[in-house]
Structures are given as structure tokens and as C-alpha cells.
């Protein structure tokens, strides 16, 4: 029964709850998939099959139901901790031990009956964006070999794509959710910092790191969002939110005379012909829709510039992250990350003081915009996914960055396919702890454009 | 009539509104005084006799009073920009233009009437904490001259206690209010992060500056803090809070079964007998008045190591402040301070990232404890205020940093006088935006202490 890898998770949950499938089957028919074209995809680092089964099994067992999300096959970036499970951190071997217990949000969503099928290929360290990872291999994009997913969840936009789970996580602190969710044609959400626990989740940069979801709908992101949500007193990323859950919009959100905000210094960004007219003709869809279309100069907000300091940001943080690994397990890093760390490492204290207040004035600059607009509108990437033997360009993040740098939600969906047959990202942002609304008008969005699943690859595609 | 000059704010406001007495005489009363004394005390850098006089004259003049601080005279510390007075703060001349606009904490006190009676004496910089200045002499203690009144805000304890204003500004970075109220025996408030804007203030450090009052009693704090606090939507630092006002506790609260905790980590700062003793006291005085003391340890906190940390985070950050002063004037600067920069400036990006957690962590640990107490108090400083030609007790600032990194509100409050006849401090810490509860049970306990006004200086002290 493979149609049953191309149910979304409501679908999916939809069924399980009619007794039409078991979590059984579901589990056992992504893992046959894994088994299949994972050679080619290369997704995944681990693939925990015996404990999925189990977990399947145990929903199937169940006399209610946990919520939508129980029975439902899902995947984690190698970044996150699963007990009893490598976290490698896309790196190779180093002093993390098998964690003993789930991070946080893992343990939401295990405790939400969702079946974990393992863990996702990544970039290196989370630090880049193309997945083309020294120690793993590449994770490819599934519309095309030879493509980068993006990154750094790389593997979770490809699994999701490819349908070798029904949802992913990734984590994102300058894009990392979106860029993949964008390059492989799915939807990816980066909530509002400090909603999700990033305890347990190994650090790039503490106050840009977000845990999102990858999904192959919009609906999905919010269900995803609802168990994985809530406050961690333990965490001093943790941030109690106003409302107690119910981010997943049950209905898209009308579009009439929503405010929808343009940012003029996105023009400062080279964004390719194919992205800059589907970005266009999402706007035109969002107007016929009723949206209204507001221009914005965000004051002394450069993307290059502000990109280039979380950037710099990252890699200090970083750095003292990775600080006992570096002096232990050298072999662990490749050269250019290795040689990133050193740079944060050594910056002077002047330069990241700068790069801090620079970061922090963009999030400022875009959180104040949303006085006068409703949600914020922009291509996730300036490109669409490239080959990997061409030169990464340096951009990838200039759109998605500024909203780590605000806390701001943000979401990625498909908008279409661009000329070269390649799947093009809209990202929508809106205030903080807004996933309900911004949710909805994606759901509106989504609905207008006409889902499609992207290809499906077969073995050796 | 000198009486005048010992009124409190809350006292002079009643006074006023009954029209016993004017604004223009109560001005004068204070200019007088520091015609008189200041050459000794040394507290006001610059005294705007002129304007301030004309400022009473209009309240007196007002058909209906302003509020409570409508023709009360206070003083600013010299970092605080007011429209058309140069700011020094605490420095030789330099790039900063004379202000053409206050500070938006400055323009709310002169909107709600107070009068500007000038700029006032302060630590190099805001970077210590004894107001030794080299630019602008040693502001003296007014219980013994010889003796600092504590920094950075040492002229805005100095010329409270004096009398030589109703109540002044000070800035609190680590606990530079808060340590000269003590020294000074004098109330301090350093407020919840945000709650005061910090925009138009020479910045020490941007995420760890707070603008505070400094006041003869707890009452006046409040009615202060009612007139400075606001949400100010061009600042980055500036905070919404979740009330409007009301900060002022307009009775003291009953300390039945409030929850006081002492931070036992406090127990490896080396801590005077006479400040141990005065501690004790004052405990055994919240006891006596029904409140319940709790031990606390904070889980990985060192407050040496804390402070330590606050110190090159607030190095480093001053530094690119004041990186065009220090090419184009270095002059302005001491060498001590120089070096201070320096140090700051040239610091690694990981010992930077490393001293930013260690305040983060302190913080956090800080804010958690609330879950288990209501207010947590502490000695306000390890020792009282000391002589210039001692040496400079590295920890003054252990006890006062944590609520800055924390962004929790705290007051200092006089609780008695040492055997060396100098005054002690009681500190109480609050959740944030707890002001109105944490003056509520300052104000209980310096009514049970008893108010005494700091002893008299007359000229030559």
C-alpha cells in the first residue's frame, strides 16, 4: 500500500482514527520506503526501525487516541536527542554520549503518540546550508540529483519531500528550516523564539537556535506546532507564551484587506529572475485574494550586512559550544568547519559586540514593522536550489535571517516551480506568537495556489 | 527657611498643593543649599539655577497641578541628556553635542512638572564605583567627608542625602544606584529592565543599563517611577509592560507569611561584620513582622564569577560606544578608564560569548527563584562606603549585579547605621514588573526601622 506515504498527517490521522489504516502499516510502509530509495536520497544518518514498529504497534494497542499525532512516522534532524540514540550533530564521532532522555521536544511529541522512524541528515554542525556533509554524505534534493535540499535540514526537507516520513524537525537559526523546506518544495515553520525547547538540541547559536517543523502541508506544520509547543522552566530559552497552544489554524484565515508588508531592502538582495517573478505573481495572488500590498523601509536595516553579523555571532557561539570536541576529537570537523570556529573564536570584542547590536537592531527593525502591517511577505531564498558543484551562494539566508534575528514566526510554503523545473519558496512572517493567524492566511494561500507533492523519487533517481 | 530642603517629595507635593508653600521658594531653598555646601560636597557637575527657576515659577503659575513632582526640584546624574546642558558623563569634553532634546525619561519628568535643578557628579563613564573623578573631583560622603559616596550615581546619593536636591536619577549597570543609596543612606530603585527608557543615556552596557531613582524614602520612589516609566517604541532596550503604571504602593503591604529568600550562594562574598550584623537585623525584623525566611541556592551561580562576567560584557560593550571619543579625544578619557576599554575591545569573541552566558545563567537562576519565594533580600553592598585612600573592594557590585542580570526590579533601603557610624543597606528583589509589591514591602519595613534623614553637612564638613 504505498499511497499511504503520501498522506499528510491530518489525512493520515484522519484515517488512523477511522480504523481505515493502522500505525503499523503506516510505519512499516515508510520504512520499506526508507529501505528503498534512502541509498539514493541519503536523508537519513539512523533509522531506528525496530522502536518505530514498536511505537506503532503501541498506538495501534491504545484505546483512545492521543491526539492527531499518534501513529503518525516522523523524523528528527541528528541534532536533536532521541534516549538511546547518536545524536551526531551531522559531525563525526566526538564526546556526546547516547542521550539517556529525550530532548523536551521530543518527549512532547513521543508523548503525543508519534512514531519516530530516526534521524536526519544535516549540515555539518548546522553551520551552512547545503548538506553536502563530510561525514554522512550528501542528502539530495529529491526533485533533482545532484541538487543540494538546502540546509542545515537538509535531510528533513528531503525526507519530507521524498516522503520518507510524514513530518520532519529541523531547527533553524538563521533559515535552516525554511532554506529546505523551500529548496524541496514543503512547508517549514521557525515558531516564535523560545515557543519551542531547544534544550537537548546540540546549540549553533542559544539565542538564534528554533526547532520548527517540515511538512508536506500547512496544517500540518500546526499540528506539529501544538505538540511540540510549551513552556520548559528548565530552559533559558524557554518563553511562556500568552495563550496555552491551539496554534494550529482549523480553517484559512481570510485574506480581506490583510495588510501585507513588502521590505523595501530585500532589493539590496541579487534574487534570481525565476524567484523575484513567482514571488510576484504570489503577491498578485495575495492581492486577488483581497490582501493589501504595503511597502516597507525597515531604518538601517542592510540584509548583507545583518546576515554577515549572525553569521559571525553564530560561529562565536559555536565555538564555545564545540570548544572540549575541538581539543578532543579534531577528526570530528572538516576543515571549513574547524576553520568557522576558529574565526568566532578568536574575533575581537569590539567586532562582536558590533555584530550583536546589529542583529539585534534588524530584529528590532522588523518586529517594529508590524505597526503597520498585518504579516510580512518575501521569497524564502534568493535562489532556487542549485547543484551542488556550483559555488554556494553567500545569500541563502539575507531573507530568512532577519526573522531569528526578531523571534518572529515564519513560514515557508511552495508558490510553484520555477522555468528549470525546480520548486520556489514564499515565506510569510508575522509578530510574535502569531502561528495561529500566520498559519491560517498560509493555510488561505495554500489552498488558493493548489497543493501539489513534489515528485516522487524512485530508487536511483 | 531650610526646613524646606528636608521635605520629602511625597511631603513638599502635599505642601504645595495646599499652597503653604511655592515651588519657587522650595527651588531656592535647594539652590541656596548648594551654593552653600556643594563646593564641598562636590555632587553637581552643572547647576541650572536659571532655568530652574523658571521652571517653579511656572508650576507655581499652573492652574492645576501636574501631579505629585509639579514644582519638586530634582537633579540627574551626568549621563542623562537634558535639552540644551551638555552631558558629560563623568568625562572631559568630547564628541557628544550639546543635547538638543531630553531624554525621553527626562522629558516625562519635566512633563509631569518636576523641576531641573542640573547635572550631577558620577564615575568616569558610568565604569565604577566610587566617584573618584578625575575630570570632575571626588563627589564627598555626606556622613564623612573623606569617605566615597559610592558610584557611578555617587553625586545622586551624595546630593540626596545632602539635600541638595528633592530626589535624583541615577544609572544602574551592576548596581550603580543602588550601591550609593546604600553608602549614602538613602532610598535606591533600580526598576524592572525596560520599564524606564534608556534611550538619550550615555550606554555602559545596552542590555544590562537600567535608569533608576534615588530618593529620601521609599514613598518617592514610587511617585518617581510613575512619572519615568513608559514604553519608549524607539528603543531597542525599552519594554511594554503588561500594566500602565501604578508603582507607587500607596500603603505599606503586610508581611504575613510573605516568602523572603536569602541567597545562600551570597555566603562565599566576603562580607563585613558590621554589614553581616546589619543583615541579620533586618531579617529578624521581616520576621518579627510575620514574613518567613528561606534558604536559597542558585544552581551554578558564582556571584564572584558573575560579576566578573557582568564587568567585560559591560567592558566590551562600552567600548564600541565609545570607540570615535577615544580616537578623536582621548584626553577625555582616564587612563584606567582607557584600559578598561581596551581590555573590552580586544577580549576573544569565546570569552566574550563565555562572560554573556555566565550573566544569562546568573539571571535565569536569579528569576527562577521567585517560583519558590516572593522577594529575596540581601546586604545591599558587602561593606559600607570606605575611604578614597583605601583600596577599592573588588566585590562591591556582587550583591547588586544579579538583578541587572536578571532584569528583575530591586531596591536599596537605609536598615541602620554601623558601628563606624556610617549607613547599611537592605536590599529587596523583586520578579519583574513587581515594583508596586516590592516598594509596598520596602515601605512596611522603613516604617518599622524608622526614617531618619542622613545627618545634616553643613559647609566644611
Known amino acids: 500500500m504505498t499511497g499511504l506515504t503520501e498522506l499528510s498527517v491530518r489525512d493520515a490521522a484522519t484515517a488512523l482514527a477511522a480504523g481505515d489504516i493502522t500505525s503499523r502499516a503506516l510505519a512499516q510502509a515508510y520504512l520499506d520506503r526508507i529501505a528503498a530509495i534512502d541509498g539514493d536520497v541519503n536523508a537519513y544518518i539512523t533509522v531506528t526501525a525496530e522502536t518505530a514498529l514498536a511505537q506503532a504497534d503501541e498506538s495501534d494497542a491504545r484505546a483512545a487516541r492521543l491526539g492527531p499525532l499518534d501513529g503518525v512516522p516522523i523524523a528528527l534532524k541528528d541534532n536533536i536527542d532521541v534516549a538511546g540514540v547518536t545524536t551526531t550533530n551531522g559531525m563525526g564521532p566526538r564526546n556526546h554520549p547516547v542521550p539517556a532522555t529525550d530532548a523536551p521536544v521530543v518527549?512532547?511529541?513521543?508523548?503525543?503518540?508519534?512514531?519516530?522512524?530516526?534521524?536526519?541528515?544535516?549540515?555539518?554542525g548546522a553551520l551552512g546550508a547545503t548538506t553536502d556533509n563530510a561525514h554522512h554524505g550528501r542528502a539530495q534534493n529529491p526533485w533533482a540529483r545532484g541538487v543540494t535540499p538546502g540546509g542545515?535540514?537538509?535531510?528533513?526537507?528531503?525526507?519530507?519531500?521524498?516522503?520518507l516520513c510524514a513530518a520532519a524537525l529541523g531547527t533553524d537559526t538563521m533559515g535552516s528550516v525554511r532554506l529546505p523546506a523551500a529548496y524541496c518544495g514543503v512547508a517549514g515553520l521557525k515558531p516564535t523564539f523560545g515557543l519551542v525547547s531547544t534544550r537537548g538540541v546540540a546549540p549553533l547559536s542559544w539565542r538564534l537556535d528554533h526547532v520548527g517543523p517540515l511538512c508536506r502541508t500547512?496544517?500540518?506544520?500546526?499540528?506539529?506546532?501544538?505538540?511540540?509547543?510549551?513552556?520548559?522552566?528548565d530552559s533559558m530559552e524557554s518563553v511562556a507564551a500568552p495563550d496555552a497552544g491551539g496554534y494550529a489554524a482549523e480553517a484559512p484565515h481570510?485574506?480581506?484587506?490583510?495588510?501585507?508588508?513588502v521590505i523595501a531592502n530585500f532589493?539590496?538582495?541579487?534574487?534570481?529572475?525565476?524567484?523575484?517573478?513567482?514571488?510576484?505573481?504570489?503577491?498578485?495572488?495575495?492581492?486577488s485574494m483581497g490582501a493589501r500590498e504595503q511597502r516597507l523601509t525597515l531604518p538601517d536595516y542592510d540584509p548583507s550586512l545583518a546576515r554577515r553579523a549572525g553569521l559571525l555571532v553564530s560561529e562565536a557561539e559555536a565555538a564555545v559550544f564545540h570548544e572540549p570536541d575541538l581539543a578532543d576529537h579534531p577528526a570530528a570537523f572538516s576543515d571549513t568547519f574547524r576553520s568557522m570556529l576558529a574565526y568566532g573564536r578568536d574575533v575581537k570584542g569590539d567586532r562582536l559586540v558590533k555584530a550583536e547590536r546589529t542583529v539585534q537592531h534588524a530584529g528590532f527593525a522588523l518586529r517594529r514593522a508590524f505597526d503597520e502591517v498585518d504579516v510580512i511577505a518575501a521569497p524564502t531564498t534568493p535562489q532556487t536550489a542549485f547543484?551542488?558543484?556550483?559555488?554556494?551562494?553567500?545569500?541563502?539566508?539575507?531573507?530568512?535571517a532577519p526573522a531569528n534575528f526578531a523571534g518572529c514566526p515564519a513560514v515557508s510554503l511552495p508558490c510553484g516551480v520555477s522555468e528549470s523545473g525546480l520548486p520556489l519558496g514564499l515565506q510569510l512572517i508575522g509578530p510574535p506568537f502569531s502561528e495561529r493567524y500566520l498559519l491560517g492566511l498560509a493555510m488561505a494561500f495554500e489552498?488558493?495556489?493548489?497543493?501539489?507533492?513534489p515528485p516522487l523519487p524512485a530508487a536511483g533517481f
Open 107 to 124: 518527549a512532547r511529541l513521543r508523548a503525543a503518540g508519534a512514531v519516530l522512524l530516526g534521524k536526519l541528515n544535516m549540515h555539518e
Open 152 to 163: 542545515s535540514s537538509g535531510g528533513s526537507g528531503a525526507a519530507v519531500a521524498a516522503r
Open 218 to 233: 500547512v496544517a500540518d506544520l500546526g499540528l506539529m506546532l501544538d505538540a511540540m509547543a510549551g513552556h520548559d522552566p
Open 254 to 261: 481570510n485574506l480581506t484587506d490583510v495588510r501585507v508588508g
Open 267 to 287: 532589493d539590496t538582495v541579487e534574487i534570481s529572475a525565476d524567484v523575484l517573478h513567482g514571488f510576484q505573481a504570489a503577491l498578485a495572488r495575495l492581492e
Open 387 to 400: 547543484p551542488f558543484d556550483q559555488p554556494v551562494p553567500a545569500n541563502q539566508a539575507d531573507l530568512t
Open 447 to 453: 489552498a488558493a495556489c493548489g497543493y501539489h507533492l
